[in-house]
């Protein structure tokens, strides 16, 4: 007889966002006049950037004659992209980072629970809370054990350096969901700690392309000692509007070694090199010569303009939530918005008399972790004249509560 992966059964029932979505779609279909307006996942709605699209037609152009056809790639990635990115992300900013350390995926989220792959089950993991819920699912999936770092206003939502050893820890900065970012000295400390512990960091750093202060560290590869105890995940899909078309990175540094139980030191490397050619066949063509276009200098500037825009989106959404006497956090250097419920309401049950009351969908913040009950967030993603009128609705509804 087969048995299942017990740990599955340890999870909650549903993905975060697939509850969201669920919760939405039976209230639509009980009201089906209703105009429900969707701000909880942070899905994209600008259109690919012109040297994006132009890139990817080429792409398939390429596809259609026996000359200039491709077949697979490299399951690390094509060299044209992998070199851009060092190039782009991390050289131009003084960041020792090399084209074998680049492993091209098909998206962070991808990444963030597929390194569980090459490390113990025993490994206890520190994961931020609230947080991102993938690396909670993933781990828990893996049957490794969690701590949570609870974070707050009071730390600025980067948690407190833990007392006891952790051999795993989450961080993701800029934040999802908080918005909040890390400063240098503050991910010094996570670094020093790592360190010392022999520790591995996981850093997302998916929203980078969001900071405007340029005092925030983009790359945790800023930090002095970080090649030797971090992994560094990165995503096309908010950078430049890839959420549908697929395409992301991860960095793992030739310096990061792990102990076998026997103890010896090991290439992490070298274990993701073997996971992912034995896993992973690359992201599609088209999406890598897209992802490539992004580096150019007009791709730059394309992305970079939509970006603003996004940003402009939070600024409405953070102004309105400050008129209404709240005190919103994120938006900033981050497309997410994180707002603590009136008179303490529960977080479901301000999702619900929102989607009631202004048929507006938010993510209830404790889908993130507990850290996150009586709080919501608000994603600036959404269509701009959409978000006004949902920003219209918010402030009827709770001026009426
Ligand atoms: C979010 O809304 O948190 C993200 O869009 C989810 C994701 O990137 O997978």
């Known amino acids: 007889m087969a048995f299942v992966n017990e740990n599955f059964l340890k999870l909650q029932q549903r993905y975060l966002f697939v509850e969201v979505a669920k919760r939405a779609s039976a209230y639509k279909e009980l009201h089906p006049e209703a105009d429900v307006i969707r701000m909880g996942i942070g899905d994209v709605t600008l259109p690919l950037a012109p040297a994006v699209i132009s890139a990817m037609h080429s792409a398939v152009e390429d596809l259609a004659h026996k000359e200039t056809f491709q077949g697979y790639g490299p399951e690390h990635g094509m060299s044209f992209l992998r070199d851009a990115i060092v190039e782009g992300d991390y050289v131009s900013r003084g960041i020792n980072v090399t084209a074998d350390e680049v492993f091209i995926n098909d998206g962070a989220k991808s990444d963030t629970g597929n390194i569980g792959d090459i490390l113990s089950s025993a490994n206890l993991v520190g994961i931020t809370d609230p947080v991102y819920p993938v690396y909670v699912d993933t781990n828990t999936m893996g049957g490794r054990k969690i701590q949570f770092i609870p974070c707050s206003e009071e730390n600025g939502f980067t948690g407190e350096i833990p007392q006891n050893r952790l051999d795993i820890i989450y961080l993701c900065y800029p934040n999802n969901p908080t918005g909040a970012v890390i400063t240098r000295e503050k991910l010094q400390k996570w670094v020093d700690y790592a360190l010392e512990n022999e520790s591995v960091i996981m850093y997302d750093s998916a929203y980078e392309a969001f900071i405007r202060d340029e005092s925030i560290p983009h790359s945790i590869y800023e930090i002095p000692g970080a090649r030797e105890c971090a992994i560094e995940f990165r995503s096309f899909s908010k950078t430049a509007g890839f959420t549908g078309a697929r395409c992301g990175y991860t960095v793992v540094p030739k310096d ?71 005190n919103p956090m994120g938006g900033e250097n981050a497309p997410y918005i994180w707002v603590k419920t009136p008179g303490e309401m529960d977080s479901w049950d301000f ?32 269509d701009r004249d959409r978000t006004i009128e949902a920003m219209e609705r918010i402030k009827s509804c709770i001026k009426s509560l």
């Open 256 to 326: 990061l070694k792990l102990k076998s139980q026997s103890g010896e030191k090991v290439s992490v490397n070298a274990l993701w090199e073997r996971r992912q050619s034995c896993k992973f066949n690359g992201a599609s063509y088209m999406a890598q010569k897209g992802a490539a276009a992004i580096y150019t200098p007009e791709g730059r500037r394309q992305i970079t303009e939509n970006i603003d825009f996004y940003l402009g989106t939070a600024r409405i959404i953070r102004e309105t939530f400050e008129g209404l006497g709240f």
């Open 351 to 382: 999702f619900d008399l929102l989607l009631d009351r202004a048929n507006v969908v938010v993510t209830p913040g404790c889908g993130f972790g507990q850290a996150g009950q009586g709080y919501f967030r608000v994603t600036s993603f959404a």
